[in-house]
């Protein structure tokens, strides 16, 4: 069975521009949760997405929005991008039980000029 | 507040030796606790976690860890390590009753020498 897939697994963007992420979970997954993981720290939550409606979003500001399509797959968007996004941006799926695993795709990594 | 904390960013341990990785959090309500590992250039990949059954769990790849309320720690363990060990590992907690929402720890680089 396929994992998490994500793409596009790099690319580079400079200051102000707008940025797309995207995201197919595991199939039979309809849980979807975004991470941005900074060189040198830990992934810090930004949004999970569960039957296409939003039910949790971290400390990121509204630059930062996310939606889930039918299939379940997501796409994470960034506006008028600043040096400090530059990150890899983790997708993981999910079963809906509330203490299940994450399974993390390699993400996408970002970088910001 | 709620948080959790890893001890030491950076950890060598010779072939065979003990690994022990220190992970300590904060919380208010009983947490979920996990730990995961990131390979260079991959993403993570769940170790073990503890959802309040068994306070010592079993994960993969010989690590285990123990849950220790009267210490909030939930440190990671591996009798004999191995040079496919190096990696960054990093302890999460849910604070929410959920593995979606997850708060993880800065991350400990273990390093495996001959």
């Known amino acids: 069975d396929a994992g998490v897939t994500q793409s596009p697994t790099h690319l580079i963007k400079t200051r102000g521009q707008q940025v797309t992420l995207r995201c197919s979970p595991i199939s039979g997954h309809k849980s979807v949760s975004w991470y941005q993981q900074v060189l040198g720290q830990g992934p810090q939550f930004i949004f999970q997405y569960y039957e296409k409606e939003e039910r949790g979003r971290g400390n990121f500001p509204d630059r930062f929005s996310a939606r889930q399509f039918p299939n379940y797959s997501s796409e994470l968007n960034v506006n008028a991008l600043l040096l400090g996004d530059s990150a890899l941006y983790l997708c993981?799926?999910?079963?809906?039980?509330?203490?299940?695993?994450?399974?993390f795709g390699e993400g996408s990594r970002l970088t910001v000029l | 507040a709620q948080s959790v904390t890893q001890l030491g960013s950076h950890v060598s341990v010779s072939e065979g030796a003990l690994v022990l990785l220190r992970c300590n959090y904060s919380?208010?309500?009983?947490?979920?606790l996990f730990w995961y590992v990131q390979y260079p250039n991959q993403g993570l990949q769940l170790l073990l976690k503890?959802?309040?059954?068994?306070?010592l769990v079993k994960g993969i790849n010989g690590f285990e860890a123990e849950f220790k309320k009267s210490e909030t720690s939930f440190h990671l363990t591996k009798p004999s390590a191995h040079m496919s060990d190096a990696a960054e590992y990093f302890c999460?907690?849910?604070?929410?009753?959920?593995?979606?929402?997850?708060?993880f720890g800065t991350g400990t680089r273990l390093q495996v020498t001959l």
């Open positions: 999460a907690v849910s604070f929410t009753g959920t593995a979606s929402k997850l708060t």
């Open positions: 919380s208010s309500v009983p947490p979920y």
């Open positions: 993981a799926s999910s079963l809906p039980s509330g203490t299940g695993e994450l399974f």
């Open positions: 503890y959802t309040s059954a068994a306070t």
